[in-house]
């Protein structure tokens, strides 16, 4: 706002309250018709869809559960009773009540720095007891690995879905890592795989010799710069979920999570048992180029 707006803005505001008219009350008024749906629809708005892309659906996935149970409750009406209550409901999925709790309290801090609701509201989140959180990690035994590389080499004909798999257990690297990485990324002399842009900021994933020959195997796609690509021309793969289904079955491996991967690639002694290298397949570690033109 300029300052010759700003100064009718002031002698408008000026002329509203001698006229008998309050804005600062009016604004109450309005601030005081918001529902629960109408703040969490600011909320995503204006705030979530900063956030990357699994945030955003973690974001979503606690908000619908609020709005579901309280949508219709005015903004500053929701009591703290009824968040511990929504928060009790879920007890036999600590980790997302957990989270859920949490981002409540970040909608509300959002909204009271927006002047959403009144300065000084009490978050109805805020002291509530969260739930004792068992830890998730996972880590595979030789035996399992070995189990998981016999169905890797079993698996359907899908060279990027099976390598990109291989890759996860001897880099430890996240999913969207591998899944979002592309050539120009990869310093083959170095042995490293830099991202300009992960989950922590830019990160150097270091390549092994059983990374490199998984890279070494994978034919390029012209046109996708994506090492993994997807099938959308120059997209990255956004999933591994259909082969890793059909992985845990074959491997009797029920209950692991592919994110648990990253837990046991330090046992790399196992590699030979994952069938890094197929059979035929070319011995040079540097990635090679085809002329294939689509991903899987």
Request: hydrophobic content about 40%; overall charge positive.
């Amino acid at each position: 706002m300029t300052v010759d707006q700003a100064r009718k803005a002031a002698q408008t505001a000026s002329a509203t309250v001698r006229l008998g008219s309050d804005p600062a009350a009016e604004k109450g008024h309005q601030r005081a018709g918001l529902s629960i749906a109408d703040l969490i629809d600011a909320f995503l708005a204006g705030y979530v869809t900063k956030l990357k892309s699994k945030s955003r659906s973690a974001y979503a996935e606690s908000l619908n559960k609020l709005r579901a149970a309280h949508g219709a409750v005015k903004a500053e009406a929701l009591t703290r009773g009824q968040v511990a209550a929504l928060h009790r409901s879920m007890v036999k999925a600590p980790y997302a009540a957990n989270r859920m709790l949490s981002v409540i309290s970040s909608l509300f801090s959002w909204a009271e720095r927006n002047n959403l609701v009144p300065e000084g509201h009490a978050n109805p989140a805020a002291k509530i007891g969260r739930y004792r959180e068992q830890a998730r990690e996972r880590f595979l035994t030789g035996d399992e690995l070995a189990r998981l590389g016999d169905a890797l080499r079993a698996a359907p004909v899908d060279p990027y879905a099976v390598a990109a798999i291989r890759m996860l257990v001897v880099t430890g690297a996240r999913l969207r890592e591998i899944l979002h990485a592309q050539w120009r990324h990869v310093d083959v002399e170095r042995g490293i795989l830099f991202l300009p842009d992960s989950k922590t900021g830019p990160k150097p994933i270091f390549l092994n010799a059983a990374a490199l020959a998984v890279l070494g195997d994978l034919p390029r796609l012209d046109g996708n710069p994506h090492i993994f690509p997807g099938k959308k021309d120059g997209a990255p793969r956004t999933s591994l979920n259909g082969l890793w289904i059909r992985l845990k079955r074959a491997a009797g491996l029920d209950g692991l999570r592919i994110h648990d991967l990253r837990h046991s690639f330090a046992s790399i002694g196992a590699g030979a048992s994952l069938g890094l290298r197929a059979p035929g397949s070319s011995s040079s570690a540097e990635p090679r180029r085809s002329d294939r033109r689509r991903g899987s």
